[in-house]
Nanobody, 115 residues
Framework: QVQLVESGGGLVQAGGSLRLSCAASGSSFSIGTMGWYRQAPGKQRELVATIRNGGSTNYADSVKGRFTISRDNGKNTVYLQMSSLKPEDTAVYYC?????????WGQGTQVTVSS
């Protein structure tokens, strides 16, 4: 069982930065893949970034070069550093944990980028 709690969302101006955090419960955090997804109003949830237990990362084309995903296994926490934010980044951001057939989601945190 894994529980995920996101934090760090808020209102930021275009061009600004924001850092999201996701705290996970469970001793198996370090062996799974962590990810960030987002869902904008009227749109489907989409992948933002993932990071494997070995540290390899994957990003959506729309955020490459602007967002950075990282993890601290000692703190059972995954981060999403967002820079050069654009209004189109506005969405609810969800933390995800995956290990084989196990898949867990956080409740989401709102990110709003004003122009």
């Amino acid at each position: 069982q894994v529980q995920l709690v996101e934090s760090g969302g808020g209102l930021v101006q275009a061009g600004g930065s924001l850092r999201l955090s996701c705290a996970a419960s469970g001793s198996s955090f370090s062996i799974g893949t962590m990810g960030w997804y987002r869902q904008a109003p009227g749109k489907q949830r989409e992948l933002v970034a993932t990071i494997r237990n070995g540290g390899s990362t994957n990003y959506a084309d729309s955020v490459k070069g602007r967002f950075t995903i990282s993890r601290d296994n000692g703190k059972n926490t995954v981060y999403l550093q967002m820079s050069s934010l654009k209004p189109e980044d506005t969405a609810v951001y969800y933390c995800n944990y995956n290990y084989f057939t196990r898949n867990y989601w956080g409740q989401g945190t709102q990110v709003t980028v004003s122009s």
